[in-house]
Structure formats: C-alpha cells, structure tokens
C-alpha cells in the first residue's frame, strides 16, 4: 500500500520550467522565456507559456519584436491557445522624449475572435529621469484596429494611452507595471501587467507576473476579462 501510494504521488507530478537568457552584442539585446507545468496520473494537465523579445538599438533608432504565447490541455482536450506579436519601431527626438510607431497582432482561439491586429503612432516621453532608481514612460498616439470574429469582421480607428513603470526595489528585487488603453468606438481593450523579480542567486530568481486583458466588447458567451497568474523561477545566462 506504501508504495502504491508513492508511485501514485509519483506520477501526479508537475514539471516546471523557466529559463530566460538575455544577451547584449552590437546594440541587440535577446530574452527568452519559458515556463511549463505537466501532470500525469489521474490528473493529466499541460500548460505552457513562453516570451521572446529582440531590441536593435541603432543610433536614434530602436527596434523590438515580441512574441508571447500560451497554450494548455487538460484530459488531451485543448482549452487555451494564445499568440501575441508585437513589432515597433522607436526614433529619439531628444533624451526624453521619442516617436513609437507600434503594430500588434493577437490569435486567440478561445476569445471568439480569430485575430485582432492593429497598428498606432505615439509621442512618448521619459519621466522621473533623475531617479537613478525608477523609470517611467508614457504615450498617447492614435492607430487602426482590424478584428474577426465569428459573425463580423470590422476596422476602427483608436486612440491608444500607454505608460511602462519599473522600479528597482533593492539590489536583487525589481517591480514593473505597464498599463494600456486601446479605446475605439466598436471595442476597447485595457491590459495591465505587473511583476516583481527576486534575485535568489547570482543567475537564480524568482518572478511573480500577474496580467489583466478586459474588453469591452465580445462574441456572445464569452467573458471580457482575462486574468493570468504566474511565478516562474528565472536563469540568467
């Protein structure tokens, strides 16, 4: 009975991964995440989430691309799959301040829309820049918005308000905040990030995400807030 009961607790194991690995060279700086947890036994589960993000700076000019997904199973039914892109382009008008020209894409299969893809251009401009310990961003611009779901397909234009956050806490603990507001006359959608990272080790930490998408306006029999909550352990390299 004693080891059936620890094959037993053996099996109903979950396996979790997260590494992140960022690397600075000619101006470009990578990082890459990815978590997972698996269940076996009499619980069969998978969940798996990943983020990759490339920056090119480039004298005034600076690059990113963004690529966020997540994807889970239960009892080999799917029941999550995201993928989240985002490409943008940032011009220097002088330290403080910048143009963002941005352009999102979202496959949500799960959300009743087939895809959601916009593109804005925003003035930005960097605060609390004597702070040696704090950052923060914010924007306003205004774009177009393309949505499908599964009865319509439409374009609006919006107007878009952003502001990036980061604070550095202690010599090994970092808290960031990003909030966004997409405000079109057919739908409008608000996002808000945050985080906190503890350095355990030298390349060990530990990271607490908590993310927030509300939309105001959805297919029938969907919700319009989405929460997702993480903590990850974090290798750098």
């Known amino acids: 009975m004693l080891i059936r ?14 590494t992140v690995l960022a690397q600075e060279e000619n101006g470009i700086s990578t ?23 490339v920056d090119w700076r480039d004298d005034r000019w600076e690059y990113g691309f963004l690529i966020d997904g997540f994807r889970s199973s239960q009892q080999d039914r799917l029941t999550a799959n995201r993928m ?5 382009a940032e011009y220097d008008l002088s330290d ?7 352009i999102p894409h979202e496959d949500d299969e799960f959300s009743g829309y087939d895809y959601q893809s916009d593109i804005s251009v925003s003035y930005g401009r960097d ?21 499908k779901s599964e009865d319509k397909e439409f374009s609006e234009a919006i107007l878009r308000l952003a502001g990036d956050y980061e604070w550095d806490i202690s010599d090994s603990a970092t808290f960031g ?6 405000s079109g006359n057919e739908t409008s ?17 530990l990271r607490f995400s908590f993310n927030i998408k509300h939309q105001t306006e959805v297919p029938r029999n969907r919700e319009k807030t989405d929460t997702e909550t ?3 352990f974090v290798m750098n390299f």
């Open 189 to 205: 959608i608000f996002r808000s990030e945050s985080s906190i990272e503890t350095r355990i080790l030298d390349n060990l930490s």
């Open 5 to 18: 009961r620890i094959t037993t607790s053996l099996l109903v194991s979950s396996l979790w991964a997260g």
């Open 230 to 232: 993480a903590i990850t």
């Open 31 to 53: 990082e890459v995440e990815l978590g997972a947890v698996v269940t076996t036994g009499n619980t069969e589960n998978e969940n798996l989430n990943f983020r990759g993000e």
């Open 127 to 147: 605060l609390l820049t004597q702070r040696e310990n704090m950052a923060l961003s914010l924007n306003v611009g205004v774009g177009a918005r393309r949505s």
């Open 84 to 88: 989240y892109y985002v490409a943008d």
């Open 96 to 102: 403080v301040s910048y143009i963002l020209t941005r």
């Open 177 to 182: 905040q990003t909030l966004s507001a997409e």
